[in-house]
């Protein structure tokens, strides 16, 4: 029997595709500053509270997104109302229910670098992606992202901007983004994953006044990871078009009641992010005292660093290795860039002294 030719059946777009690597952990030791999770933990006050809550959840029946309870304290939360909201597994179910939806001449516009994310969903989705080159000093966005002339007066293009951007850690001009939103022929998705840890205002706000945008929330930055909920708001058009396609059921019981509580318990989670922002200040200032790097300021739980000598890349990937730190490296144009999560006050004071011995090397 001739083996399957897999080309006959799986489309071009999948095949040139490689796919998403995640970052094992080798060992119970390592520290693990990748993936822009919180590294802080309940406390066994919420933890007990918790599990008595969730043990009167119905896993025997399927699960009930209209909950009043939880809608409620959503809008509440968020400042608007449920019909400009839908939930999705984490953003990234999301993003994949924006771009199935497009047509085809829909042009993918996505800074670099950014969240890549968007445009492996966008490859797979068949749609063109169109690069938006940032600047290396302060990653902002071209100055004339708005004038850009263009053959067709008619064409149509969705813009992805992470705010704060990842893996940067800065947030775009607001009026650039507000410029794009006033052109009817573009869709501005507002990808808000890191903002509670930033004092900028957020875009819901904005949701009424422009039915051209769209902005994406998630928890899993400030500790619920592990859950996989993410929330996309919109005006009624858009939304009303994305309901039509999202799968029923995407968000499992345990998770929707999991929100429910810790919506309800929200202070552990504001007391968390708090920490978090003082920590990263520190550990900026840590690893701004060394002189073969560059650390660039940032709004998120995160930081990018940049070697300051190419020369010293295999040298300091060995070293991370060998000392089981795992920090989120990058190629290409990237390839001397290291974006650090913003951990615990021992994690970062572990990590700034294996920095600091690097340096002394």
Request: net charge positive.
């Amino acid at each position: 029997m001739p083996p399957l030719k897999i080309e006959n059946f799986i489309k071009n777009s999948v095949l040139e595709l490689s796919a998403y690597k995640v970052n094992g952990v080798e060992s119970d030791e390592a520290l693990k500053l990748d993936a822009n999770e919180s590294n802080y933990t309940l406390s066994k006050n919420i933890k007990k509270k918790y599990a008595d809550f969730i043990k009167e959840t119905l896993i025997n029946l399927y699960p009930d997104s209209s909950s009043k309870n939880l809608i409620r304290l959503l809008e509440k939360f968020y400042g608007t109302a449920a019909e400009n909201f839908i939930f999705g597994n984490g953003s990234d179910e999301l993003i994949s229910i924006i771009l199935l939806s497009l047509k085809k001449d829909v042009a993918v516009k996505i800074p670099e670098p950014s969240f890549s994310m968007y445009g492996i969903i966008a490859r797979y989705n068949d749609l063109k992606t169109e690069p938006l080159k940032l600047d290396e000093k302060n990653f902002d966005l071209p100055e004339n992202i708005c004038g850009v002339k263009t053959k067709d007066k008619n064409s149509k293009k969705i813009f992805f901007f992470s705010y704060p951007n990842n893996p940067t850690g800065n947030h775009f001009n607001p009026d650039i983004i507000k410029n794009l939103l006033e052109n009817k022929n573009n869709i501005v998705v507002v990808d808000e994953a890191y903002i509670f840890f930033s004092n900028k205002e957020s875009f819901i706000k904005y949701i009424n006044k422009y039915d051209n945008l769209i902005v994406l929330r998630t928890f899993s930055k400030i500790g619920l990871a592990g859950l996989r909920f993410g929330m996309l708001f919109s005006g009624k058009k858009l939304i009303n078009e994305f309901k039509k396609i999202k799968l029923p059921y995407n968000i499992n019981s345990l998770t929707l009641s999991s929100i429910e509580f810790f919506l309800n318990n929200f202070a552990e989670f504001d007391k968390n992010i708090k920490k978090t922002v003082k920590q990263r200040e520190k550990l900026y200032s840590a690893l701004s005292k060394l002189n073969y790097i560059h650390v660039y300021p940032s709004d998120a739980n995160f930081l990018l660093v940049k070697l300051k000598n190419k020369n010293l890349k295999n040298k300091f990937d060995k070293f991370l290795k060998s000392n089981n730190i795992i920090v989120r490296s990058f190629t290409g144009d990237m390839e001397l860039f290291y974006r650090i999560t913003v951990g615990t006050p021992s994690e970062n004071s572990k990590l700034a002294d294996y920095l600091k011995d690097f340096g002394a090397l």
